[in-house]
């Protein structure tokens, strides 16, 4: 019986996030930079000797046909295959719902999982990508093509989305990669929300000026990465945080918007929350190595080190 395994890393946004949401971007076209990190879902997937589906997760689901599975993505994804009775387990180095696309990371690994114990034509990797991010809307699921892209190609990407996704691979050199790297700090606030309800609210309110304002943001954050100048970073990602506010009012709280404030009194020249909002990471943009220190002795919260600019998702077959 072939066992499977895939690993797809997550992702922080470092410009132009929301623009990728089908509302905007097909109209107005979509800007993205994002980074793949050393934070990853894995998903398993083999042939099981009893006539049922087992999936396993945050509980187990044992059913005899997919449309039984109450995972509303397994449910969707399995339809497209043949299920011949599969074994499904995922495990994830992060909590779900905290703004690290661990969702779409989760539906790029279960595809490529099932393609290759299916022995199905390998896809391209866009291919992967696309098919996920369209399964995941099959499924009911509000989001963007960002999380399936970024999780399919790894490393720094720039994606521009009017229709079709194009993208570009930004190479970082070692020292700007570390200059990144060590200018940035990840508190976990804790809390786990539904994207989809917040993305949902965010098409819903279309405010278009504020989404331009976070496209200009992931115009001018791909600049800074391709001439190595980030100077001016902390600030880029405390306008797109103000930009991405305006929104939706599900995306922000008193106590986020307080404990960006607490960090930029504390030296930091910006911040903002991960992912759709709510709840889960906040990332700081420190000028120093003694800010950074400072930061890290103000918070009573949990850090949480991120590698970025890692590889794509990739698979392993157990014969």
């Known amino acids: 019986m072939k066992t499977v395994i895939c690993k797809a890393p997550m992702r922080i946004t470092l410009g132009g996030g929301s623009t990728d949401l089908p509302f905007y971007a097909t109209k107005y076209g979509g800007f993205v930079v994002t980074t793949a990190i050393d934070k990853y879902v894995y998903v398993l997937v083999k042939d099981r000797f009893e006539k049922e589906i087992r999936f396993s997760y945050s509980q187990t689901e ?26 499904i387990a995922t495990v994830s180095d992060m909590p779900s719902n905290s703004g690290l696309g661990s969702s779409g990371a989760f539906t790029v690994a279960l595809v490529t999982a099932l393609n290759e114990n299916c022995n199905r034509k390998p896809n391209s990797i866009e ?73 949902s609210s965010q098409r819903k309110n279309a405010n278009i000026e504020s ?47 307080g404990l960006i404030q607490f960090g930029i009194k504390r030296g930091a020249t910006g911040g903002k929350l991960l992912g759709a909002g709510g709840s889960g990471f906040i990332m700081f943009v420190c000028p120093s190595e003694s800010v950074k220190a400072k930061l890290l002795g103000a918070f009573s919260l949990r850090e949480v080190e991120f590698k970025m600019n890692v590889e794509g998702r990739t698979v392993k077959v157990l014969e």
């Open 127 to 199: 291919e992967n990508a696309n098919h996920a991010y369209i399964l995941e809307r099959e499924a009911g699921e509000e989001c963007g093509c960002q999380d399936h892209y970024i999780s399919a190609l790894g490393k720094t990407q720039c994606l521009m989305i009017d229709g079709k996704v194009k993208h570009e691979e930004i190479k970082l050199s070692k020292s700007v990669l570390n200059e990144l790297q060590q200018s940035l700090v990840f508190f976990w606030i804790g809390g786990e929300r539904r994207s989809t309800e917040i993305l």
């Open 62 to 87: 044992i059913v005899n046909e997919p449309n039984q599975i109450q995972h509303p993505i397994v449910r969707a994804v399995l339809k497209h295959y043949p299920y011949d009775y599969k074994e």
């Open 211 to 257: 989404m331009d304002l976070i496209k200009d943001v992931g115009y001018r954050v791909y600049d800074a990465l391709k001439s190595g100048n980030l100077q001016k970073l902390g600030e880029l990602q405390l306008a797109h945080w103000n930009a991405k506010k305006c929104t939706s009012s599900l995306i922000s709280t008193e106590r986020v918007n």
